[in-house]
């Protein structure tokens, strides 16, 4: 089995998923949802984290092959919802799970219950948040839904419609209500994100704008290393504002926010702070982009500064 654990990167799906099954039977158990989602609970204390992916999402984030969530929390059990695509976990299997687990009052056996999720998964862990009175929630870029009457201005995802919108954890921001605090990462700049964030809005849910990392705050935060201690913060009301903000800054030095940055400010009317972003960025790594452009905006500001002398 300790082999199993660690080595599951270059399985296929069907193996991978076979893998899996083999982890629940040692540590709790593993369940298919029909053919499009399964379910992976894994026991090892008194917190339980209830997270949703894809398979594609919970393998392209692993270091071991495992879902990525299962090395993030030494000590918190998992109970790990996938899908298989895109599908918002609309499906009459997965509410009976959940309808089960609060029969069974599953998840009132756990001093502190947290759901998480990105994008299609932030939606689910939002709407399923609501089988857990008192959960935290953490979504990252969710939907509060794809029933067109209500986001027909969201263009995004217009073959998904036809999923079940208006049933059962259907709504979001309403089924959200239930949770003790909601954190929901979104970036103001992608107008669908922030206008799906805007109806999230409650008094016990705080927004968090990640600017220029649409579509990837939750590969974002895992690769800055902050995620576990958002999660773990926040699920203990020890993350402020401050204390958030404190551990975003980390951006500073992920090079995708910087070469996210330095596209959005890299105009000729920005040309002073595209050169501090350069600098700021060439003082702290090798940056051969960065370090490039900031020669070519010193050549031009140099020539600039001539023209003007000879005039």
């Not at 298919?32 to 917190?47: N, T, Y």
């Not at 839904?145 to 059962?168: C, K, N, Q, V, Y």
């Not at 209500?177 to 990462?185: I, T």
């Amino acid at each position: 089995m300790a082999e199993l654990e660690t080595d599951l990167k270059d399985l296929s799906q069907q193996d991978w998923l076979a893998a899996l099954a083999e982890i629940g039977e040692d540590k709790g158990y593993y369940e298919q949802l029909g053919p499009d989602h399964s379910v992976l609970f894994a026991e090892d204390g008194p917190k339980l984290l209830v997270s949703f992916a894809t398979i594609e999402a919970a393998r392209s984030l692993s270091e071991d092959g495992r879902p990525y969530v299962m090395s993030l929390l030494p000590g918190w059990s998992h109970l790990v919802l996938l899908s298989d695509g895109e599908t918002w976990f609309r499906d009459q299997r997965v509410y009976g799970y959940f309808d089960r687990l609060v029969d069974d009052g599953f998840l009132e056996d756990f001093d502190r219950v947290v759901f998480l999720g990105a994008a299609s998964a932030g939606y689910a862990a939002a709407a399923y948040s609501v089988t857990a009175p008192g959960a935290y929630v953490i979504a990252m870029e969710p939907q509060a839904t794809l029933e067109p009457l209500l986001t027909g201005w969201d263009e995004r995802f217009r073959a998904s419609r036809r999923l079940p919108f208006r049933d059962r954890y259907g709504f979001a921001p309403d089924m959200v209500e239930a949770a003790y605090r909601a954190l929901v990462f979104f970036d103001p700049y992608n107008s669908g994100d922030a206008m799906h964030a805007a109806l999230f809005h409650r008094a016990h849910v705080r927004l968090a704008p990640m600017a220029l990392l649409g579509g990837r705050i939750e590969r974002a935060l895992v690769e800055m290393n902050i995620l576990a201690q958002i999660i773990e913060r926040f699920s203990e009301d020890a993350l402020d504002r401050a204390g958030l903000a404190l551990l975003l800054r980390g951006r500073r030095a992920y090079m995708p926010y910087l070469r996210a940055l330095l596209n959005y400010r890299d105009t000729e009317a920005r040309m002073k702070s595209t050169m501090a972003i350069c600098r700021h960025t060439v003082a702290r790594r090798k940056a051969p982009r960065f370090r490039r452009r900031l020669a070519a905006l010193e050549q031009a500001k140099a020539e600039r500064a001539e023209k003007l002398d000879a005039e």
